[in-house]
């Protein structure tokens, strides 16, 4: 449950490991900083019980200097939104481009070490997302629908084109999509336990594995170790 994760792990979000600001996100280092003060709190205390007084309290600014950045709650929850599209369209671009001629297996796998690495970033947002939909607004609800939609259909395509070449055995594309990103969002719903037994690092690279062996039957087949031994053995 939330509320047993320590305030460190509610307080570090979407940051780079060297706390840098995401170039284009927010603007400035100050927006940045109230950013991260309000998703702490708004998953600690809920969006509905979350007052602009209580964020810059928690950002240790005035509530004039946070109106300087923000006009209303509800604008940097709005926020929250342009940086979760923000991440989708540069996922999308590499999707599109550097992926897009890519051999399947390789391709998804380096969609969700790109996708993994803006959740591990964005760890509170998404939290965010998933606890808190039921109070946004019907805009920004149908708006991040919109994105997890988008989202998914880049997935898909990959693993259709995995279908067509006889490399992922999976019946059903669309679903498996939609697995596959709520398995990469998983560190951010569980880092409180899965920190105590590994790094971000390591949940990534090792749930990439654990993803390729449903999709395609064995994840050290596709890295050419394990399969050799099977066809020595026969």
């Known amino acids: 449950?939330?509320?047993?994760?320590?305030?460190?792990?509610?307080?570090?979000?979407?940051?780079?490991?060297?706390?840098?600001?995401?170039?284009?996100?927010?603007?400035s280092e100050k927006k940045?900083?109230?950013?991260k003060a309000a998703a702490a709190l708004f998953i600690k205390k809920g969006t509905v019980n979350t007052g602009v007084r209580d964020i810059a309290e928690a950002g240790g600014i005035t509530v004039g200097t946070l109106y300087?950045?923000?006009?209303?709650?509800?604008?940097?929850?709005?926020?929250?939104?342009?940086?979760?599209?923000?991440?989708?369209?540069?996922?999308?671009?590499?999707?599109?481009?550097?992926l897009a001629n890519v051999e399947p297996r390789q391709a998804l796998r380096q969609a969700m070490k790109l996708y993994l690495s803006f959740t591990?970033?964005?760890?509170?947002?998404?939290?965010?997302?998933?606890?808190e939909t039921r109070n946004l607004s019907h805009e920004l609800r149908q708006r991040l629908l919109d994105n997890e939609?988008?989202?998914?259909?880049?997935?898909?395509?990959?693993?259709k084109r995995?279908?067509?070449?006889?490399?992922?055995?999976?019946?059903?594309?669309w679903l498996a999509a939609?697995?596959?990103?709520?398995?990469?969002?998983?560190w951010a719903f569980r880092r409180w336990a899965l920190g105590h037994r590994m790094t971000a690092e390591q949940f990534k690279n090792e749930q990439i594995d654990f993803i390729f062996e449903g999709l395609h039957g064995d994840s050290s087949e596709f890295a050419g170790f394990k399969g050799e031994e099977v066809k020595s053995k026969k």
């Not at 305030?7 to 780079?16: F, G, I, Q």
């Open 1 to 27: 449950m939330v509320a047993v994760m320590k305030k460190n792990e509610l307080d570090s979000l979407a940051a780079y490991q060297d706390g840098r600001l995401p170039e284009g996100y927010f603007g």
């Open 32 to 35: 940045w900083e109230i950013v």
């Open 68 to 98: 300087h950045y923000f006009k209303s709650k509800e604008e940097i929850i709005a926020s929250f939104m342009d940086f979760a599209v923000s991440g989708t369209n540069d996922f999308l671009k590499q999707a599109e481009t550097q």
């Open 120 to 131: 591990t970033e964005a760890q509170n947002i998404v939290l965010f997302w998933h606890q």
């Open 149 to 159: 939609f988008v989202l998914a259909d880049a997935f898909e395509k990959i693993i």
């Open 162 to 173: 995995g279908q067509q070449a006889g490399v992922f055995k999976v019946k059903n594309s």
């Open 178 to 186: 939609h697995n596959v990103i709520i398995m990469c969002d998983m």
